[in-house]
């Protein structure tokens, strides 16, 4: 059910990181780091599987609407997440 914006003590621009300003363009990342990284945390941050999946949330997304400005790398073994790094021309 929709809240007044009254409820809220603050409200703030829904700005989001353009991936050159994320990403460092000699790295690659996964999916779960971007996550952190969204949210200005280490991208080792240690943090609760309850909490991964809400960063989830945001992050798939971000890349998604980033793709054109990204390139990925197949996972180096099978119990390895893809990685996501910025394209470079």
Sequence with gaps: ?????TDFET???ATFYEPADLLAADQMYTV????RLL??????AEIDQE???ILLDWAIPW???HADD???AEPRADDEPGYYGL???
């Design 1 to 5: 059910m929709p809240v007044p914006k």
């Design 11 to 13: 409200i703030h621009p």
């Design 32 to 35: 779960y780091e971007i996550a």
């Design 39 to 44: 949210q200005e945390l280490d991208p080792d």
């Design 51 to 53: 909490t991964e999946a």
């Design 63 to 65: 890349i998604m609407v």
């Design 70 to 72: 990204l390139v990925v």
């Design 87 to 89: 394209a470079t021309e």
